[in-house]
């Protein structure tokens, strides 16, 4: 796949103007959003994305199409993992629900650039050691198996603790007391002080490394283009915001997420060691020739199997979460 440096233009392009758009239109005038307007913004984000692929689709094929589209459909059910977390960080910082847009998209801004940096070093990595697979896909299984038994632990988990960053900061620096409003820096007396807004910020930008250290790889199984990789990541990640109010009630109803996410990452863990098989480059392994006893899974057969995956887990979940309600 070329990739002409036009392309990344366009790209910067339409993710700056939807950060654009994000402030002028919802996070410069505080305000919590209605349903009704979380869900439009939510629709008019996956929409953007999916035009977003239909363009790639058309210009650079079908097979590129199909890997933007299940790197995007892969990145979007992760990244609901990252509701639960998002939902523990503004309750422990007692976030006011007016305030909680404006610190979502400062900390998934923080996210993205964090994520990029990641995506190039993924990209380089991959492009002059093969053999890195192998690492990305055991990581995703251990993930998927830590899915499980967090998904089999009944009991509430532990509060959440900012990031040793977060408490650093605030044990050497100054921090008010409470929320000024939105500002995150406020000047009193001589001295500047941070507000906990600022540490919110911080605390949601670097929890989601956490995560992309899971989803990253998870995406290069399905494509090694690395322009594919940060489109899906900026659009599933530019959508989080308006998700989360669309959906902070209802996370407690998908009972079965971590399964699902199990289901899905191991299976995306298993395709990546299986690809790192095929193009074996390890003298310990086979003497260094390939192993292609599995075939590998075609794009069409992966992005199927996490579209199902996600449906039965969304329509178990609900239909449990009904019954248990009647």
Known sequence: MHVHALAWIVLAGIILTMIVVDIVGHVRTP???????????????????????????????????????????????????????FVIILSTFRVPRKNQQEVLLAGIIIALVLRLIFILAGAALIENFSWVFYIFGAWLLWTAISQVREGSNDDDEDEYRPPLLVRWVSKVVPVTDGFIGSRMLYRHGGRTYITPMLLCVIAIGTADVMFAVDSIPAIYSLTSEAYLVFAANAFS????????????????????????????????????????LHTNELRFINGGHEVSVIPEPSIAFSLGFIVVTILITVAASLAVSRKARA
Do not use: C, M
């Open 31 to 85: 305000h919590e959003p209605t349903l009704k307007e979380a869900t439009w913004w939510s629709v008019a984000y996956i929409a953007i994305a999916l035009i977003f692929g239909a363009i790639v689709w058309a210009v650079w094929g079908p097979q590129y199409g199909q890997e933007y589209l299940g790197g995007y459909i892969t990145e979007k059910a992760l990244s609901i993992d990252n509701l639960f977390v």
């Open 237 to 276: 990640l530019l959508g989080l915001r308006q998700l989360y109010f669309l959906i902070d009630g209802l996370l407690d109803r998908i009972v079965f997420l971590h399964y699902g996410l199990a289901a899905i990452l191991g299976f995306i863990g298993f395709k990546l060691i299986n690809h790192a």
